[in-house]
């Protein structure tokens, strides 16, 4: 099984957003029992919130759910428990290496990494631009999904 951890600063909006989209993706493909799909923050100040709303209304207009999703934190035992950890932008990869102390197995990448044009994630949180991140999330997901399907890891 492949366990792929999602993470942004308060998981309310892109790791969210990422996980839902990429458990969409899998569901839809032969390989839906190969993943194990999450998100985290790394902060704490949205801990047991529900997911933004505008993030819940994006995936609502394709027939994607959010239902039970509340924000937590990432802690150093999901460096352990997961395969790949998954940054949604620079910020968020500095953090994931200060609070797992570096990353020794070369488990952590930004999502946008994986596409023809890496980069960081734009935080709908302060552009309100909850198409353009979904873009975005979409186009990472699908890249990274395929790199999962033809990766020996």
Not at 28 to 33: G, R
Request: with cysteine; proline share 5%.
């Amino acid at each position: 099984m492949i366990k792929v951890l999602f993470i942004c600063h308060g998981n309310i909006c892109r790791s969210p957003m990422a996980e839902f989209v990429m458990k969409n993706l899998i569901q839809a493909s032969p390989h839906s029992q190969t993943f194990h799909i999450a998100s985290a923050a790394t902060s704490t100040e949205e801990i047991g919130n529900p997911v933004h709303y505008g993030t819940r209304n994006k995936l609502r207009q394709y027939g994607i759910s959010t239902e039970g999703k509340y924000a937590v934190q990432l802690t150093p035992a999901d460096y352990k428990a997961y395969d790949y950890l998954i940054g949604m932008d620079s910020r968020n990869m500095s953090n994931m290496r200060r609070m797992l102390g570096g990353d020794p197995e070369g488990k952590m990448f930004r999502l946008l990494d994986f596409t023809d044009t890496p980069g960081d994630i734009a935080d709908p949180w302060y552009t309100g631009n909850f198409d353009q991140t979904y873009d975005e999330v979409k186009r990472g997901c699908e890249a990274l999904l395929a790199y999962l399907k033809s990766s020996k890891r």
